[in-house]
């Protein structure tokens, strides 16, 4: 694979994809936070509102900006509403990087990762949109996660375990839903 051309996006593909191990890229870490606020905190900061057109020069710059603000956010802001913030750029970006086919020469991995705010969108049209997608990915433990995802849109029109975060009030229905496993 040819690099990209700007260094956070270089580094951030080469950290996410050949540092990490899958299993570090969903679980809690201290460890993979810390780095992760190390090395591109200050990417995000600076990155985050410039407008999207700056992101897709390149499939690899959009690639990069889809996990600098929607991956990166989750790692560093945990129990924040920072955590959920840049959320409009990353998916108007996939969205973007999508239709021009940027996906299709990915391995499944980064496939996973450039649509992966739509999964977490709660918007309805980019959870029907995902879970299209996953279903193509075929990856049945992923499609999996996407329809759960999309259940919880479906029946709430938002995520219910981002409300304590968000301050927004639970009903009693999405507390249930909490409790009973739905929060990634």
């Known amino acids: 694979m040819t690099a990209a051309r700007r260094r956070w996006a270089a580094e951030l593909l080469h950290f996410w994809f050949d540092e990490l191990r899958q299993e570090q890229w969903f679980g809690r870490s201290d460890a993979v936070d810390a780095e992760l606020r190390r090395r591109f905190a200050r990417d995000l900061a600076a990155?985050?509102?410039?407008?999207?057109?700056?992101?897709?020069?390149?499939?690899?710059?959009?690639?990069?900006?889809?996990?600098?603000?929607?991956?990166?956010?989750r790692n560093l802001y945990r129990d924040d509403a920072r955590a959920f913030a840049a959320d409009p750029l990353a998916r108007t970006i996939a969205r973007a990087a999508l239709r021009r086919g940027w996906a299709k020469d990915l391995a499944k991995p980064g496939r996973q990762f450039l649509a992966?705010?739509?999964?977490?969108?709660?918007?309805?049209?980019?959870?029907?949109?995902?879970?299209?997608?996953?279903?193509r990915l075929g990856?049945?433990?992923?499609?999996?996660?996407?329809?759960?995802?999309?259940?919880?849109?479906?029946?709430?029109?938002?995520?219910?375990?981002?409300?304590?975060?968000?301050?927004?009030?639970?009903?009693?229905?999405?507390?249930?839903?909490?409790?009973?496993?739905?929060?990634?």
Do not use: C, K
């Open 47 to 73: 990155l985050r509102r410039r407008p999207v057109r700056e992101f897709l020069d390149d499939p690899l710059t959009a690639r990069a900006a889809v996990l600098l603000f929607d991956q990166v956010p």
């Open 116 to 135: 992966m705010p739509l999964m977490h969108s709660e918007a309805i049209a980019d959870q029907r949109r995902s879970l299209a997608f996953y279903a």
């Open 139 to 184: 990856d049945a433990h992923i499609l999996a996660f996407a329809r759960a995802h999309y259940r919880m849109i479906a029946r709430f029109g938002r995520f219910p375990h981002r409300n304590r975060v968000l301050g927004r009030r639970s009903t009693p229905a999405e507390r249930r839903a909490v409790e009973a496993g739905n929060a990634w």
